[in-house]
T-cell receptor
Framework: QKEVEQNSGPLSVPEGAIASLNCTYSDRGSQSFFWYRQYSGKSPELIMSIYSNGDKEDGRFTAQLNKASQYVSLLIRDSQPSDSATYLCAQVPSSASKIIFGSGTRLSIRP | DTAVSQTPKYLVTQMGNDKSIKCEQNLGHDTMYWYKQDSKKFLKIMFSYNNKELIINETVPNRFSPKSPDKAHLNLHINSLELGDSAVYFC?????????????FGDGTRLSIL
């Protein structure tokens, strides 16, 4: 089982709708979770971090963490074409000071 | 004023050659990393250094040798390049090793082995 799993997509969402990206992880002891956005040919860019159960909102982005079910999700409200990118879920495992990345979900916002 | 800069941006070379990639950060961070991203976009850590000291070496072949002359620089030297080394290599930095520290990435070096 991979440490961090994401659906590779592509996930196609109409402009203005809510895009929902999901991620599951295997290490129950993980405390830190991140969402990075990566445009094609560019470097990953941190957009959200979340450390406790529940929701964390930042503008149009909401991260949700459920440690009991071992999943973390990212909601993007009012999706814009500029949101089209690959979204990487990442976690810091309990055993080491490093970040484990998922393979990413490609999101496409259609006009 | 680029925060994390890598050179070169593109590297095309023959199998068997030796090449280096340089990385510098001007953020005053203590920790630097090298990641490899393959064609399937899977981003995997290779090395991390904290204040010039090697912290993580993730079962990378010993053809890869990182060097950190100071905490603002982390270079990667690769000997005897193989076809499977073709990938995008990202340098990153964070304030320190703390779990909650976000990582800042360079623009990547696209390595192609002929």
């Amino acid at each position: 089982q991979k440490e961090v799993e994401q659906n590779s997509g592509p996930l196609s969402v109409p402009e203005g709708a809510i895009a929902s990206l999901n991620c599951t992880y295997s290490d129950r002891g993980s405390q830190s979770f991140f969402w990075y956005r990566q445009y094609s040919g560019k470097s990953p860019e941190l957009i959200m971090s979340i450390y406790s159960n529940g929701d964390k909102e930042d503008g149009r982005f909401t991260a949700q963490l459920n440690k009991a079910s071992q999943y973390v999700s990212l909601l993007i409200r009012d999706s814009q074409p500029s949101d089209s990118a690959t979204y990487l879920c990442a976690q810091v495992p309990s055993s080491a000071s490093k970040i484990i990345f998922g393979s990413g979900t490609r999101l496409s916002i259609r006009p | 004023d680029t925060a994390v800069s890598q050179t070169p941006k593109y590297l095309v070379t023959q199998m068997g050659n030796d090449k280096s990639i340089k990385c510098e950060q001007n953020l005053g961070h203590d920790t630097m990393y090298w990641y490899k991203q393959d064609s399937k976009k899977f981003l995997k850590i290779m090395f991390s250094y904290n204040n010039k000291e090697l912290i993580i070496n993730e079962t990378v072949p010993n053809r890869f040798s990182p060097k950190s002359p100071d905490k603002a620089h982390l270079n990667l030297h690769i000997n005897s390049l193989e076809l499977g080394d073709s990938a995008v290599y990202f340098c990153a930095s964070s304030q320190d090793l703390g779990e909650s520290e976000p990582q800042h990435f360079g623009d990547g070096t696209r390595l192609s082995i002929l």
